[in-house]
């Protein structure tokens, strides 16, 4: 068996165990195949030739099955491809509860609710990353409990070895481009306080545009067993980037329809 034979043989075992330990349809394994093969590949080689860990981002709706898709794609570029991996959750760094409460009191009370622009702690997101990718160390890596509304204590973090090859960061808004100054004047609704769409644009630009990114999975993201799959282009020419990303920013950008 050649090297193509050897890869495509341990990818259907890697599926088949995903499969069977997430309890999802035999489809899975077809539709990740024919749609996200391909780009992991590509980033696996970009990832082996890097001299710092590649930074791709998810972004899709609630549900939408970015994390089965990113827990997969890790598993696939550890095992199938040898890319040591680690997956980071935008969910896992929001600010604590105490900190959205002082910023409700503050600035304005929709801060108490997480989910709401400038309730992330990007700059922990930030710290984590520079660490990921540093010589050597153990990195705990932030976890967030819902039912608690709150970061957990740290003792519970996972702790992951640096330098890995490979960030995959996934998360709802990861990847958006901040709204204009001029359409932050006005607010969109009747609790909507100028401060908060503000605040909103520069949590966007900064979450947006993280520092040293160097490859952006930009787009809605479907779930591998969803019926209409999106599908992908790996590209990294000229004519693939857009204004609203730093230059060193590799875009895959979807070709068909946004799933509904």
């Not at 070895?161 to 901040?178: K, N, T």
């Not at 590209?235 to 895959?252: K, L, Q, V």
Request: net charge positive; charged share 15%; with cysteine.
């Amino acid at each position: 068996m050649d090297d193509e034979q050897n890869t495509r043989a341990a990818l259907q075992a890697v599926l088949a165990r995903f499969i069977q330990e997430a309890s999802l349809p035999d489809s899975v394994a077809f539709n990740y195949i024919r749609w996200y093969a391909g780009v992991t590949g590509s980033l696996a080689q970009r990832a082996k030739a890097a001299n710092t860990a590649p930074l791709v981002g998810f972004s899709g709706c609630q549900g939408s099955g970015k994390s089965t898709l990113v827990a997969l794609m890790a598993k696939v570029m550890r095992e199938v491809h040898g890319v040591s991996t680690v997956v980071l959750s935008l969910d896992d760094f929001y600010l604590t509860k105490a900190a959205r409460a002082a910023l409700a009191e503050s600035i304005h009370p929709l801060f108490a609710t997480r989910g709401v622009p400038g309730t992330h702690d990007l700059a922990l997101l930030d710290e984590t990353i520079a660490a990921l990718r540093q010589p050597s160390g153990a990195v705990p890596v932030p976890a967030f409990d819902k039912a608690l509304d709150d970061r957990t204590e740290m003792v519970h973090w996972r702790q992951v070895s640096a330098p890995v090859q490979l960030i995959l960061l996934e998360g709802w808004c990861v990847g958006l481009s901040p709204q204009q100054e001029s359409e932050l004047e006005a607010p969109i609704n009747p609790m909507g306080l100028k401060r908060i769409h503000h605040w909103s644009g520069e949590v966007r630009s900064t979450g947006g545009s993280l520092p040293s990114t160097r490859i952006c999975l930009a787009g809605w993201m479907c779930c591998c067993c969803c019926r209409r799959p999106v599908l992908m282009r790996y590209s990294s020419g000229a004519g693939s980037r857009s204004n609203a990303y730093p230059s060193n920013f590799t875009r895959i950008t979807p070709t068909g329809p946004t799933p509904p």
